[in-house]
């Protein structure tokens, strides 16, 4: 199983902060998958121009086909002006439509405020159903007051990327086995 830990934008440290723990409870738990973090802050993306992903070159070439490659994605990002950044927009930008179809999707959000929780449900969630992916219900946020010197110091967080990282797991295999199962069911 290929998981790809996404980091989505270009600043800040709240989001990587997350995704360290994402990446480290999942390397811990799931030593057999193929996990690979993506930190936009390392790496230099060009914008869209409407070309297909495979025909941009360096950083974002790599960036898109490790995407396209993987069987779940979890998204990390910040809210920013009450919206996704501009460097997730991108990489969605970068990506066929049907680019999360038969992946699992689950996402990780860091804000100010709880009341940044309605990004998630009127814009992201919208914008991952629109691409055909499966995506896990429930979701990891993170305000402002559960991090202490780049530290998570709230358990209730810990423990929540925790069953994220299982839910994601636990909904990959299963849709995967309901696949193979419907391609058996034909003879040729």
């Not at 869209?48 to 974002?60: A, F, H, L, V």
């Not at 930008?93 to 009127?122: C, N, W």
């Not at 110091?153 to 797991?169: H, K, P, Q, S």
Request: proline residues 3%.
């Amino acid at each position: 199983m290929k998981i790809v830990l996404l980091s989505g934008s270009n600043v800040g440290s709240k989001t990587r902060t997350a995704m360290d723990y994402t990446l480290k409870i999942a390397t811990e738990k799931y030593p057999d998958a193929e996990i690979t973090l993506l930190d936009l802050t390392e790496y230099e993306m060009v914008f869209s121009d409407g070309r297909n992903y495979w025909e941009y070159e360096g950083d974002t070439k790599y960036v898109t086909e490790t995407i396209m490659a993987a069987d779940a994605i979890v998204i990390g990002t910040p809210v920013f002006q009450a919206s996704i950044p501009a460097t997730l927009k991108n990489i969605f930008d970068l990506l066929p439509v049907d680019a999360f179809r038969d992946k699992i999707v689950s996402m990780l959000v860091t804000a100010g405020t709880a009341k940044h929780y309605l990004m998630v449900e009127q814009q992201l969630k919208p914008i991952l159903a629109y691409m055909k992916a499966q995506i896990v219900q429930t979701y990891v946020f993170v305000e402002e007051k559960d991090f202490y010197r780049k530290e998570i110091t709230n358990d209730d967080v810990l423990f929540r990327i925790e069953r994220l990282v299982e839910d994601t797991v636990v909904l990959t295999e299963t849709y995967t086995s309901i696949r193979e199962a419907k391609e058996a069911a034909y003879d040729f």
